[in-house]
């Protein structure tokens, strides 16, 4: 049996045994740390340097480069009852332009086709502002970890091109649910405390710039799940971590794949 069958039993076992609803304090401690890398990101891009550093050569080879992130200035340890994880992860797609990331990620209602099979409906719901850059949009996404687990989340995104050639977004979720028997006449969300807490929230921040003959790609991803249960932090622990990782890695190539196509 492998160790991540062993870490997804230890999680799901330990699962009956708390209660897989956040607690206030956890969301509250999630909106605080996102607060945190959103100031950053805005002192950042107010700079003009919307990237941060990162070894070029391994980006124009076809490298992504992707790293573990804790907030410069942020409280240590994680929120009560949760884990907080927040990645970022770099990428360059050659010969591609600002305007056709603004296409690709704002059109969510062609998502499955460009994230599948993690994404598997995606709406628009609404689009304001002039150019409609502010989007309310719903998705259920498909999450295979041993185990396949699918949830409806809805998101606030906006995205604030600063010319012809960078800008940023932000996507904050509104509504994470997990569904039971998806896709059967017993489709139906689970409750709270029936979840498995694989994901109460998660924020995304992109930002991009077209240079040097294609287009720089950075996301960062700050993301809330449920804690380990007691005495199972060996078994579990990596494998929860690495979720958010993987998550992360996927979308930032699918979009690069996306953009060269």
């Keep these: 049996m492998s160790i991540r069958v062993v870490a997804l039993a230890a999680l799901c076992i330990g699962a009956g045994n708390v209660l897989a609803a ?6 509250s401690g999630f909106n605080a740390y996102s607060g945190m890398v959103e100031a950053r990101l805005e002192r950042q891009h107010s700079s003009g340097n919307l990237l941060i550093s990162t070894d070029g050569r391994r980006l124009h080879s076809g490298d992504l480069v992707v790293e573990h992130v804790v907030e410069s200035g942020a409280a240590s340890g994680n929120p009560p009852g949760a884990l907080l994880h927040h990645w970022r ?22 998502y499955p086709r460009h994230f599948s099979p993690e994404v598997v409906t995606a709406h628009t719901v609404s689009r304001q502002g002039d150019r409609g850059d502010h989007i309310q949009a719903t998705m259920r996404i498909r999450q295979h970890h041993v185990i396949t687990v699918v949830m409806d989340t809805a998101y606030d995104v906006t995205f604030t091109p600063m010319d012809a050639l960078r800008g940023y977004s932000v996507s904050r979720s509104t509504r994470v649910t997990e569904v039971d028997s ?7 969300a689970l409750s709270p ?13 992109w930002s991009y710039e077209e240079r040097d003959g294609g287009l720089y790609l950075q996301v960062e991803a ?3 799940s449920r804690s380990i249960p007691m005495g199972l932090g060996w078994a579990v ?11 992360l890695e996927f979308t930032l190539k699918s979009v690069t794949n996306a953009l060269r196509g």
């Design 22 to 27: 956040p607690a206030p304090a956890a969301i």
């Design 222 to 224: 700050v993301s809330l």
């Design 89 to 110: 992860g770099t990428a360059f797609a050659p010969g591609a332009h600002a305007a056709d990331f603004l296409r690709l990620m704002r059109d969510f209602d062609s």
């Design 193 to 205: 405390s029936d979840e498995h807490g694989f994901m109460y929230r998660l924020n995304t921040y």
């Design 237 to 247: 622990g990596p494998y929860v971590q690495s979720i958010p990782r993987e998550s």
């Design 182 to 188: 998806p896709g059967t006449p017993k489709e139906h």
